[in-house]
């Protein structure tokens, strides 16, 4: 069975903040490398998840936006101690998200990070230790050993860190944490694959 490298989403409901992040990576992937979706597994879960609900409709339209297909084919799912186990690389919301999948899984801990967080770390790190190609799962694996290794090595924990949540709440905050989300996202998972992935789009004009 060919070896899958796996990136598991977390947040509160996944309906919204990591619902985004999982069909954003499966879009990015399907148009970066070909081939590389069928190297690479993406999951999201949520710590308190409504099982089976759509993403937001608001999370939805900013897909939509965005040129994400389909994304009301989302269904929220729990976070349980097999998909952590599974997952080379575990991307929550928040730090406080990330603390309930290490209490979840103690021995996940080098693996799991915020979205944010790993974004900041990956910058740290010497543009010749992660450069080249990534054509294993184990070379993506050894990537995140890398930027792990970077903890402690800066600042630590900071709320800089959490995506704040936007269920609920006017479009307009569902920009903004897309705003945050989208870069870190894209600089974090792209330094661990290799790939470089897309630049998040203009905002439509007021009015």
Do not use: K
């Not at 290490?102 to 230790?129: C, D, H, K, Q, Y």
């Not at 800089?160 to 609920?168: N, V």
Request: aromatic share 4%; net charge neutral.
């Amino acid at each position: 069975m060919t070896d899958v490298f796996g990136v598991l989403f977390v947040c509160t409901g996944n309906v919204c903040r990591s619902a985004m992040a999982d069909v954003l990576a499966r879009s990015w992937l399907a148009h970066a490398v070909p081939g590389l979706s069928a190297a690479v597994r993406i999951e999201s879960a949520g710590t308190g998840a409504p099982v089976g609900a759509a993403m937001s409709e608001p999370a939805q339209q900013l897909m939509r936006e965005a040129g994400v297909l389909d994304p009301g084919a989302h269904r929220a799912r729990a976070l349980d101690r097999d998909l952590v186990r599974s997952a080379d690389l575990v991307l929550t919301a928040t730090r406080e998200h990330r603390a309930a999948v290490v209490r979840m899984l103690p021995s996940a801990a080098r693996r799991v990070f915020t979205v944010r967080e790993i974004a900041e770390l990956a910058g740290r790190v010497p543009p010749e230790r992660l450069a080249g190609p990534r054509d294993t799962a184990g070379d993506m694996r050894a990537a995140v050993r890398i930027i792990a290794g970077q903890r402690g090595m800066g600042r630590g924990d900071t709320d800089a860190w959490d995506l704040e949540d936007p269920i609920g709440r006017p479009l307009g905050v569902y920009r903004h944490v897309l705003g945050e989300m989208w870069p870190a996202l894209a600089e974090g998972l792209g330094a661990v694959l290799s790939v470089t992935f897309p630049q998040p789009p203009q905002p439509p004009p007021a009015g």
